[in-house]
């Protein structure tokens, strides 16, 4: 037999999902655990596989799950947006927006301002995230829209907002101050993977200058105050660097730009669309205009 979906299990699915957390999306949706736990049940019923699995002590979707989770966002997109067309008093949907930490604190306020502006009822999930998942999670339907930092040279996906130098940035901008008792330079990096630590290594080693990780950490909170209290040097943008930080010009190789690039859906909702272009306009006029 064909299977009947239920359209409330499928909601609580993609809420769950995205959350991390069924009991959280069981208290946005007002349900009780146990509740929710008939309806994933009778949703495993419906589909004739196992879609979840444990994972710590959450669960996560099997390869059966994740197939039938990118079907249920289009099939619940299209049920609200056709009850709303009727006229009906639907849940606004939940846009989900990636951003590297780099603009938490201006971008990402302007852009939902806006947004909010527009859609007052709206529901905007945002996800800081590393720039290495970030394109990723788009095209595994895990993100509606995400900006990220790309290599210059690699072929080209997603749409072009700015391209960036990235530069040594430490306390002081005397290197010979910033460098070790033994002469190497002490590193305040991302954890790996990162653009920004690759950049920083590889220009070190084809320099052939000694150096050593002092900190790494998935923070960029962290790495400001790592250099705040000279702890060492990394690698990062202009934007928004603290006013005790500085450039360190002389005496290390020449870095890379990155490229900042845009990436949502190939069918993105009308609100993902909208939000998508105010987060567009922010960028040009709070990191372009910098």
Known sequence: MVPQFDIEALRMMIMGIELGSFARAAVQLG?????VSMQLKRLEDQAGHPLFQRKGR?????????TLLEYARRIVAMHDEAAAAL???????????????????DVMPATLTAFANNRPNSHVAVRAGRNYAL???????????????CEARRPATGEL???MPIFWLAKDENI?????PRGDLPLVLYEHPCLFRQAALRALEDARIKWRLSLTTPSLAGVWGALRFGLGMTVRTAYRVPPEVKKVVDGLPSLPDLELRMF???HPTEAAQELSDILKTAVRNLVIDH
């Not at 959450?58 to 994740?66: R, S, V, Y």
Request: hydrophobic share 40%.
């Open 31 to 35: 349900r009780s655990q146990s509740a």
């Open 264 to 266: 949502k859906q190939d």
């Open 87 to 105: 006229g009906a008093s639907v849940a606004p949907p939940t846009i989900r927006l990636g951003l590297p930490q780099d603009f938490f604190e």
């Open 58 to 66: 959450g669960l996560a979707p099997t390869e059966a799950g994740e």
């Open 135 to 149: 394109e990723e999670e788009v095209k595994a339907g895990q993100l509606d829209v995400a900006i990220a930092f």
């Open 176 to 180: 010979d101050v910033i460098r070790g």
């Open 161 to 163: 907002l700015a391209t």
